[in-house]
Structure formats: C-alpha cells, structure tokens
C-alpha cells in the first residue's frame, strides 16, 4: 500500500487504495502527454531528415559530375 503498512480499520484501508488509484491515474496522464510529446517531434524528425536527404541528393549529385 502506500505509506500505511497495515490498515486498522476499513477506512484507512479505502483511503491507502484510494491515494494508490490517484497515484496511478496521475501517472497514467503524465505517460500519454509523454506519448503526445514524441508524437508529434516524430514527424518534425521525419520531415527534417527528409529535406536534409533531398538536399544531399540534389548537391551530391552535382558535386560527383551527375546532372
């Protein structure tokens, strides 16, 4: 449980489960805006690689005498 190590009556039993749901709900919100966060760097990551890409394509073709 949390702090308390064995509850003495059914109330401090309830409250220890629930501190523990809270705590999990709390934790379960700060994973999904986490999973947002990546998300959405994801595709800037993507679309920089790929201009980075175009650009080495375009510049080293002409550096190598392609046309």
């Given at each position: 449980?949390?702090?308390?190590?064995?509850?003495?009556?059914?109330?401090?039993?309830?409250?220890?489960?629930?501190?523990?749901?809270?705590?999990?709900?709390?934790?379960?919100?700060?994973?999904?805006?986490?999973?947002?966060?990546?998300?959405?760097?994801?595709?800037?990551?993507?679309?920089?690689?790929?201009i980075?890409?175009?650009?080495?394509?375009?510049?080293?073709?002409?550096?190598?005498?392609?046309?």
């Amino acid at each position: 449980m949390s702090d308390v190590d064995e509850p003495q009556t059914e109330r401090e039993l309830l409250l220890a489960i629930a501190k523990d749901v809270k705590t999990l709900l709390d934790c379960k919100g700060d994973h999904e805006n986490r999973i947002r966060t990546l998300e959405g760097s994801f595709w800037k990551v993507i679309g920089l690689a790929s201009i980075i890409s175009f650009f080495a394509g375009l510049f080293g073709g002409k550096l190598t005498g392609g046309n």
